[in-house]
C-alpha cells in the first residue's frame, strides 16, 4: 500500500510540475510587403490585407512573432498598435535594416529582449566579388521565464528572383552560410545554448542552402521541426528518407503555380528537447492569401530546460 501511495504521489507531483511549466509561442510569418507608405517601386499594402494579417495573429496569439517583409520601423509599429488594439500585445521589438531598403527583418515580443546582437552588414565572397546579404541577419536573446532564455535568429535570404550579377541560388547558399556561421559561433561558446532560427529562407530542403544552414556533416547539426497542418491526416506511405505526406507547403509563387515549403524554424539540440510537437502546427486560414503568399509556421516550447 505504502508503494502504491508512493508512486501515486509521484505521479501526481510530475503531472504537477508539467502543468506549472509555462510554455510560450514562436510565430515566423513573410508579411510580403507590408509597407505603410510607398517605398522605391513597392506601394503600401492594401487595407484590407493588413486586417487579415492582424485577424491571422491575433487568432494564433504568439508569444514572439519573427517577421520577414516588414517595412521601416513605422511599418513595424504600425502592425504592433494594430495587434494591440485586438488584444495581443507584443511590447519588445526589434528592427535590422540591411542591404535592401525597402523590407527588413524584425521582432515582435512579449517575452522580454535581454541582449541583442543583430548584423546589419554582413557579406560574402562569390566568384571574386563581394556581397552583402539581401537583409540584416536578427539575433537576440529573450527571457521566456526565470531561469530560461534562448537565442533567436530571423533571416530573409536571396530571393529567386534572378538579378544579373551572379547567381541567385548561390548567393542563397552563401547567406545561408553567413547565417550558420553566426549560429556556430553561438553554438561554440554554449553547445547546450536554446537556439532558435526561423524565417523565409527562399528554398527547400534539399538545396544546397538548407543543408548548409542545417550543418547535418557538422558536430551540432540543426532540428527541422517541419509543422504540418491539422487536417485531419493521420498515417501516410512511409519512405524512410523522406517526410511523411502531410501538407506543409508554406508558400504559393504565383509565376510557376507551385507551392512549396520555404520557411522553417529550426532548433539546436538544446532547445529541440523543449520543443512541442504536439503544439506546433502550420495554421490554415480561410482567404489566407488575402494576407501574404506565405502562411506563418507555429512553434511551441515549454519554459523549462529539459
Known amino acids: 500500500m505504502k508503494l502504491l501511495q508512493h508512486l501515486l504521489g509521484s505521479l501526481l507531483g510530475s503531472l504537477l510540475l508539467a502543468a506549472e511549466t509555462p510554455r510560450f509561442r514562436v510565430v515566423t510569418y513573410n508579411l510580403e510587403n507590408y509597407l505603410v507608405q510607398r517605398s522605391g517601386a513597392r506601394s503600401p499594402k492594401p487595407e484590407a490585407s493588413r486586417r487579415k494579417v492582424t485577424e491571422m495573429l491575433t487568432t494564433l496569439k504568439p508569444d514572439v512573432l519573427a517577421l520577414q517583409e516588414i517595412g521601416p520601423t513605422n511599418a513595424l509599429l504600425e502592425l504592433q498598435a494594430r495587434l494591440r488594439a485586438e488584444g495581443l500585445d507584443l511590447p519588445h521589438w526589434e528592427h535590422v535594416s540591411g542591404y535592401d531598403t525597402n523590407v527588413f527583418v524584425a521582432v515582435l515580443s512579449r517575452l522580454p529582449i535581454v541582449a541583442r546582437r543583430s548584423h546589419t552588414n554582413e557579406s560574402f565572397l562569390l566568384d571574386g566579388r563581394r556581397f552583402r546579404t539581401s537583409r540584416g541577419l536578427l539575433e537576440v536573446d529573450l527571457e521566456a521565464a526565470p531561469g530560461y532564455r534562448f537565442t533567436l535568429f530571423t533571416a530573409h535570404l536571396k530571393s529567386k528572383r534572378t538579378i544579373g550579377a551572379a547567381d541567385e541560388g548561390e548567393m542563397r547558399e552563401q547567406e545561408a552560410r553567413a547565417l550558420r556561421r553566426l549560429v556556430e559561433a553561438r553554438l561554440a561558446v554554449d553547445p547546450k545554448a536554446n537556439v532558435l532560427v526561423c524565417g523565409d529562407f527562399n528554398d527547400t530542403k534539399d538545396s544546397p542552402a538548407l543543408k548548409a544552414l542545417l550543418g547535418r556533416s557538422t558536430q551540432r547539426p540543426l532540428v527541422d521541426t517541419r509543422p504540418v497542418e491539422r487536417n485531419g491526416d493521420q498515417a501516410a506511405p512511409e519512405n524512410p528518407r523522406w517526410d511523411p505526406r502531410h501538407v506543409s507547403w508554406t508558400h ?9 515549403r520555404i520557411d522553417y524554424v529550426l ?11 504536439q503544439g506546433s502546427y502550420l495554421p490554415t ?4 492569401g488575402v494576407a501574404s503568399d506565405h502562411r506563418p509556421v507555429l512553434c511551441e516550447f515549454e519554459a523549462a530546460e529539459r
Open 267 to 277: 532548433l539546436s539540440p538544446g532547445m529541440a528537447r523543449e520543443w512541442r510537437p
Open 252 to 260: 504559393f509563387y504565383g509565376k510557376e503555380d507551385t507551392y512549396s
Open 285 to 288: 486560414f480561410a482567404d489566407w
